[in-house]
């Protein structure tokens, strides 16, 4: 059965940094496209980064330059750096493969 759990939203003032984890288990992390998705109050989910087996990245317009996906196969994790945060970065935050996905992490921002 496939698992993914995110973990590392907190509180965090604008301009500052953080990095999410997400931890699958219960598949060939390696072969996979992982993505990150958010999704803010009172909003749809929507894609913010996507990373593919070969470590190809595509962006969000609104965090290009500043989120950075990464993937650890052989820790079987997918991270999203992301620096200069605005208050509009405020979202719950979803790690997907394929049909799963994680319960999501919670990043505010705020001053």
């Known amino acids: 059965q496939v698992q993914l759990v995110e973990s590392g939203g907190d509180l965090v003032q604008p301009g500052g940094s953080l990095r999410l984890s997400c931890a699958a288990s219960g598949m060939l992390f390696s072969i996979n496209n992982m993505g990150w998705y958010r999704q803010a109050p009172g909003k749809e989910r929507v894609l913010v980064a996507r990373i593919t087996s070969a470590g190809n990245t595509n962006y969000a317009e609104s965090v290009k330059g500043r989120f950075t996906v990464s993937r650890n196969n052989a820790g079987n994790t997918v991270y999203l750096q992301m620096n200069s945060l605005k208050p509009e970065d405020t979202a719950v935050y979803y790690c997907?493969?394929?049909?799963?996905w994680g319960r999501g992490t919670l990043v505010t921002v705020s001053s």
């Open positions: 997907n493969v394929n049909l799963y």
